[in-house]
């Protein structure tokens, strides 16, 4: 389940992002709101948690683009405003649910399984390239009859390759997106090691990832 989270304070948005990963979503982090509409632009979330006050473009400018633009995607706005009329503003404004800085993780988490239960408005599309079927929302992936089990790194991985297919995924662009640390990834084999497990799972099927060299990866049919 692919989360994006828009938080300022550096810190607190490693914090999140690392919790919820362990917790086996898919997080995009960003540090402002100009940053979270490029990637609401480019990715389908099943849920958006912002901070309120983000430097330039604010948490609540952030929830009015997406309605505006018809994202569904539910909003938990993150914040140290804890005054009656500012919850009402910024539900009035698109959010669906409204936390008060400091929080606990785990009340979070349970914010977050409430507001993941409810009926999404419009089903995300499975996404689909040559016999490898892909669904955003059930974290399912299927190559023909095979379901492979994947870890969260490699689901991370495969969305990218998917959503981009046929185009070349950068090796930046991968690291950026699925891990906590950038350098992490880009400065070993770490991500060979991960696209080798993940090229086995998915053998068998009429799609294979291609290596470009000296560029990244793209995911292309047999």
């Given at each position: ?201 998915l053998a068998g099927?009429?799609?294979?990832i291609e290596t470009?060299?000296?560029i990244g990866y ?5």
């Open positions: 389940m692919r989360v994006l989270v828009a938080e300022d304070d550096s810190g607190l948005c490693d914090v999140l992002a690392r919790g919820l990963r362990e917790h086996d979503y898919v997080v995009d982090a960003v540090r402002d709101g100009e940053d979270a509409v490029k990637y609401l632009r480019s990715y389908d979330y099943e849920l958006v948690i912002l901070d309120w006050r983000m430097p330039g473009m604010s948490g609540l400018d952030v929830v009015r683009w997406m309605r505006r633009h018809n994202q569904p995607a539910p909003v938990l706005m993150l914040t140290a405003r804890d005054a009656h009329a500012d919850r009402v503003t910024g539900l009035d404004q698109g959010a669906d649910d409204y936390l008060v800085k400091p929080f606990d993780f785990a009340e979070l988490l349970a914010r977050m399984r409430a507001l993941l239960r409810r009926p999404p408005a419009v089903k995300q599309p499975e996404l689909a390239v040559g016999d490898l079927r892909f669904d955003p929302a059930t974290r399912e992936v299927r190559v023909g009859r095979h379901q492979p089990v994947l870890t969260a790194t490699e689901f991370g991985i495969l969305e990218l390759l998917v959503r981009k297919s046929p185009a070349v995924v950068p090796r930046r662009s991968i690291a950026v997106n699925v891990w906590d640390d950038e350098a992490d990834a880009m400065g070993s084999n770490t991500i060979d090691v991960h696209l080798a497990r993940l090229r086995a799972k099927g009429m799609i294979r470009v060299r000296g793209r995911l292309v049919e047999r």
